[in-house]
């Protein structure tokens, strides 16, 4: 999710939330494509080619809010792709930073400039505690449309690789009628045109597809999966030698220590970071 403290809701009740979301337009195994519900050609990956391809350990920083604090001894950046300035992505990359950047594909901020033409049927729920930020349909060619245009801008501003974040609209209260495998669908998409691009491409979240996702993607992102006793879940990344990315967020900066403490090393081979929850440049990282 972007940087601002969210309302964190426990597994059980993110579940009954899912259960009063609308009913699936379509059945589970099935898309919508052109105004009707059907079976889904799979195709086997884009190629990744020369895209970068971090392993477990590598260190990296993730900024998306105040002044960029590129001066750090880190491997790899993730920092916004609207908001960061050229002058940024230079030092990175003249310090051998890898520069990762980060848009929403699966919701609508309402402050960024490239929203203007999504049709109101694209527009689906807001998310809680996320101001100007609702869900999008996946699945309406405006919004692949969309997509694919950040991912030009990434690729134009030279990142190296991309952090799509909200691809998990399926598990959530979206009021667009997705299923979990047009999420799949989606995901995939957005895998093989970031490759098409020379980028690379990290899986943020979205733990229950991870099985079907890791082929296409070459590392993931996770938050608080400590917090929900699932971090054990990310070793089909780390097992294949794919890097995990992990952060555990506090409220209160001053409890950054005592937190790192109980989660550092939970997991497997996973890259822990403490931050705030503004995602400012504060970090506190795990040895």
Known sequence: MRARSPLLLSPLLSTLLVACADAPRCPTGEVWLDGACEAPSWSDPVPSGDAWQPAPGT?????????????LDVEMFDLDLFDAPDSALDALHRADVRVVCYFSAGTVEDWRDDVGGLPAAAIGEPLPEWEGERWLDVMHP??????????????????????????????????????????????????????TRGLSVGLKNDLDQLEDLEPWFDWALN?????????????????????????????????ASDHAAEVCGVGPALDTLIKPWDLDARRLACP
């Open 59 to 71: 260190a990296w920083q993730w900024q998306l809010t105040g002044d960029l604090d590129t001066d």
């Open 142 to 195: 405006a919004v692949r449309d969309l997509a694919e245009g950040r991912l030009d801008l990434a690729a134009a501003r030279g990142c190296d690789a991309v952090e799509p974040d909200n691809v998990d609209a399926y598990a959530n209260d979206h009021g667009l009628g997705l299923n979990a495998t047009e999420q799949l669908h989606f995901n995939r998409f957005l895998a093989d045109a970031a490759h």
């Open 223 to 255: 938050e608080e999966c400590a917090s929900y006793d699932e971090c054990g879940r990310l070793g089909v990344f780390t097992g294949a030698g794919k890097a995990a990315f992990h952060v555990e967020y506090v409220d209160d900066w001053s409890d």
